[in-house]
């Protein structure tokens, strides 16, 4: 189908003229819906989305359970109801935002938050029908949050958390929090653990940081009071290991700690590389260069005083077992996580080559451990100076279970 559109011409009969092209700012099928109707529309559907929210709110509120297409999820955290939904209206997916941000700034609360947002527009539906303008609706809930906070402020009692009664609000606050969850039966054993937790972090000033300092391992298996906390040190699950791992010392008292992002393995040359010889002796040399590199490579590790030995990249059979001999642990492929919070924790420096390691970049720790919990190995690193950074290992009957209590 062709159309023409006559250009516009100055003088001449204008009428006939001065048809222009139509201007399409927004693409073709785009709903354009606005006024009150689509204000009542928006209000519908988040009621709709608390409703579904509603019933699981407090301790006698009920879990639910979500099938996405590929697993199971039996919950009764707003957040990750929410997150699960896959809300397609785009005035609803602000309920879903506000519960994110919630569970992201806070960590409690996301079920409240929905549900106190959904009872607001109930209450403002019957203004924006008998056609109260949206500015003035908007103001006079401004005046209400201001009010509503200062209320809340006005209710509220200090406490120094220093105090013995400061620890116990803390410790019933945290309690509260539980109440809701699966493991709400186990508030003696998780509570204080999340309290020393956070405390800790409370005294350096580096509550912000909590996500980074604060690592949960989860392993399935055994009962869910064998969760522990490593309180100022870092857990994590053994790596990947060659040959020669068994034989490595595997307990130390005050260990100098090496956190390297260096491969520690054989490398051979590049297949593409020419490399023109006269005599079968001179590929000797070639291979022993190769061998030269690796083995100065450990042996600035050995000789800087090193007793643990950490890499972000592979350590290979070869640098295992040369560390087997002379005393030390090793472990590569450590999780880049893992490796800052150690960093952190020990006060070592994470090196990119080994090549002018001295003791200043070296961490140390009370003491470290392999140790076995239920069918995993762990790396244990305890005491360390910086009293930062805390793992809680948590253990139970299911993968359900523990993705809960995380």
């Known amino acids: 189908e062709r159309r023409y559109t006559a250009p516009y011409r100055t003088g001449g009969n204008h009428n006939a003229k001065m048809m222009r092209p139509g201007i ?12 009150k109707a689509q204000l009542v529309s928006n209000i519908d559907a988040c009621q709709a989305v608390a409703d579904a929210v509603r019933t699981t709110l407090g301790p006698r509120g009920m879990d639910k359970l979500i099938f996405d297409g590929r697993k199971v999820t039996i919950s009764n955290d707003g957040a990750t109801i929410m997150k699960l939904l896959e809300i397609a209206h785009p005035a609803a997916k602000t309920l879903v935002d506000i519960s994110m941000s919630q569970d992201a700034e806070v960590g409690d609360g996301t079920t409240s938050v929905v549900l106190l947002a959904g009872e607001m527009l109930k209450q403002l539906k019957p203004f924006v029908e008998e056609g109260v303008h949206p500015q003035i609706i908007m103001r006079n809930i401004r005046s209400a949050g201001k009010l509503a906070v200062q209320k809340v402020q006005e209710l509220s009692i200090p406490f120094d958390t220093s105090t013995p009664e400061g620890s116990e609000m803390l410790l019933k606050c945290c309690s509260t929090a539980l109440n809701s969850k ?14 020393d937790a956070v405390k800790s972090l409370h005294e350096a000033g580096s509550l912000d940081d909590l996500d980074s300092l604060i690592a949960i391992k989860r392993i399935p298996g055994g009962d869910v009071r064998q969760s522990f906390l490593v309180k100022g040190g870092v857990a994590f699950k053994k790596t990947f290991s060659y040959a020669g791992f068994e034989q ?22 590049k297949e593409n590389a020419e490399v023109r010889i006269e005599d079968p002796d001179q590929y ?29 990249l592979p350590i290979g059979d070869l640098a295992t077992q040369y560390f087997a001999d002379r005393g030390l642990f090793c472990a590569g492929r450590v999780e880049d996580g893992d ?22 970049v070296l961490g140390t720790c009370g003491g470290f451990e392999e140790k076995r919990v239920g069918d995993e190995r ?12 805390s793992t809680i290992v948590l253990r139970g009957g299911s993968e359900q279970f523990i993705a809960e209590s995380e």
């Open 378 to 389: 762990f790396n244990v690193f305890a005491d360390c100076p910086a009293k930062l950074t």
């Open 182 to 195: 699966l493991i709400a039966s186990h508030q003696d054993l998780f509570s204080p653990m999340i309290v």
């Open 339 to 360: 490796l800052k919070r150690v960093a952190k924790a020990t006060g070592g420096t994470i090196q990119t080559s080994t090549n002018d390691l001295f003791e200043g």
């Open 248 to 269: 490595m010392t595997k307990k130390f008292d005050n260990p100098k700690v090496l956190l390297l992002n260096v491969e520690l393995e054989l490398k051979s040359e």
């Open 284 to 312: 000797q040399s070639i291979v022993d260069a190769e061998w030269q590199v690796i083995y100065d490579k450990l042996d600035a590790c050995v000789k800087c005083g090193a007793n643990i030995v950490l890499s972000k």
């Open 24 to 35: 399409l700012l927004l693409r073709e099928g785009t709903d354009t819906s606005q006024g």
